[in-house]
C-alpha cells in the first residue's frame, strides 16, 4: 500500500517534559491504526503532530509528500478542511446547531451550495443511523448519537485521513462498540485513511494495526502479536 502519512524521528517538548522522543510511523492509504499506551505516553501528542496541529520541535511530518512541518498557516488550513477529518472524545459538535447543520459545516466551508450539503449531511446521517434526530441539537440527543454524528462530520467531505482522539471515551460499552463500528465503515466507505488514540483495548484491536505509544517511543505491534500483546497490556 502507498504510504500517506509519515512521521519520521518527532520529538516535542513541553517545559522539562518530553512528550515524545524520536517518534516514527507510517500510515498507508486506506489504513486504520489505532495508538495506544499509557496515560501521558504521548500518544494525543502524536496524533496533534500527524494532523498538522502542533509543530514538533524535532522530526517531520509529511502528508501526500507535503512537509507539514514546515508548512505555512494557509496550506495547512486548506489541508485540514479539505483532506483531514476529526472525531474528538466530546463530539465537539457547536451545540447551537443541529446535527444536520453541524455536518453541513464541512462542506459549507468547503463553498459547496448549502442544497447539496445538506441532502449529503442528511443522507450520511440516515446511513450512519441517526437520520430521525438530524433535527435535533447535540444536547437533545445520546451520548451515542451525538458521536454517530461526529463521525458524519468528519467524513462528509471525504477526506483522505480521519484523525479521531478517543472517539468512544465518554461513551458506555454497547455505545462505545457500535460508534466504532460506524467510525470503521465510514472511513473504509469513503476510502480515508484512520488514525485513532484510544484506551480501549477490544477496539483497538477492529483495526488494522496497534502502535504501542509509551514513553514518547512507537512500538509497531501488528497481527496476532498485537491480540497477543493487547492482552497483556493493563486496562488504563
Given at each position: 500500500m502507498?504510504?500517506?502519512?509519515?512521521?519520521d524521528g518527532v520529538?516535542?517538548?513541553?517545559?522539562?517534559t518530553?512528550a515524545?522522543?524520536?517518534?516514527s510511523?507510517?500510515?498507508?492509504?486506506g489504513e486504520?491504526?489505532?495508538?495506544?499506551?499509557?496515560?501521558?505516553?504521548?500518544?494525543s501528542?502524536l496524533l496533534?503532530?500527524l494532523a498538522?496541529?502542533?509543530r514538533p520541535d524535532?522530526?517531520?511530518v509529511r502528508y501526500d509528500?507535503?512537509?507539514?512541518?514546515?508548512?505555512?498557516p494557509?496550506e495547512?488550513?486548506?489541508?485540514r478542511?479539505?483532506?483531514f477529518?476529526?472525531v474528538?472524545?466530546?463530539?465537539?459538535?457547536?451545540?447551537?446547531?443541529?446535527?444536520?447543520e453541524?455536518?453541513?459545516?464541512p462542506?459549507?466551508?468547503?463553498g459547496?451550495p448549502?442544497?447539496?450539503?445538506?441532502?449529503?449531511a442528511?443522507r450520511?446521517?440516515?446511513?450512519l443511523g441517526?437520520?430521525e434526530?438530524?433535527?435535533?441539537?447535540?444536547?437533545?440527543v445520546?451520548g451515542g448519537?451525538?458521536q454517530r454524528?461526529?463521525v458524519?462530520?468528519?467524513?462528509?467531505?471525504?477526506?483522505?485521513?480521519?484523525f479521531?482522539d478517543e472517539?468512544?471515551g465518554a461513551?458506555?460499552?454497547d455505545?462505545?462498540r457500535?460508534?466504532m463500528q460506524?467510525?470503521?465503515?465510514?472511513?473504509?466507505?469513503?476510502?480515508?485513511s484512520l488514525?485513532m488514540?484510544?484506551h480501549d483495548?477490544?477496539l483497538?484491536?477492529?483495526t488494522?494495526?496497534?502502535?504501542?505509544?509509551?514513553?514518547?517511543r512507537?512500538h509497531d505491534v501488528?497481527g496476532?502479536?498485537a491480540t497477543?500483546?493487547?492482552?497483556?497490556?493493563?486496562?488504563?
Open positions: 502507498t504510504e500517506l502519512l509519515i512521521a520529538a516535542v517538548t513541553f517545559g522539562v518530553a515524545l522522543s524520536g517518534a510511523v507510517r500510515v498507508a492509504e486504520a491504526v489505532a495508538l495506544i499506551g499509557p496515560s501521558g505516553a504521548g500518544k501528542t496533534l503532530c498538522g496541529l502542533l524535532e522530526g517531520i509528500g507535503i512537509d507539514l512541518t514546515s508548512a505555512g494557509d495547512l488550513a486548506r489541508i478542511l479539505r483532506e477529518g476529526f474528538f472524545q466530546g463530539g465537539d459538535l457547536m451545540p447551537e446547531l443541529s446535527l444536520a453541524n455536518v453541513e459545516l462542506l459549507r466551508l468547503a459547496i448549502r442544497r447539496d450539503a445538506q441532502e449529503r442528511e450520511l446521517l440516515v446511513h441517526v437520520g434526530a438530524r433535527t435535533r441539537r447535540p444536547d437533545e445520546s448519537q451525538a454524528a461526529a458524519a462530520r468528519a467524513v462528509v467531505h471525504e477526506p483522505a485521513v480521519v479521531a472517539p468512544t461513551l458506555d460499552t455505545n462505545a457500535g460508534v460506524v467510525l470503521l465503515a465510514a472511513t473504509r466507505d469513503v476510502g480515508a488514525v488514540v484510544t483495548r477490544s483497538a484491536s477492529l488494522d494495526r496497534v502502535v504501542e505509544v509509551h514513553d514518547g512507537v501488528v496476532d502479536a497477543e500483546q493487547l492482552g497483556r497490556m493493563p486496562a488504563w
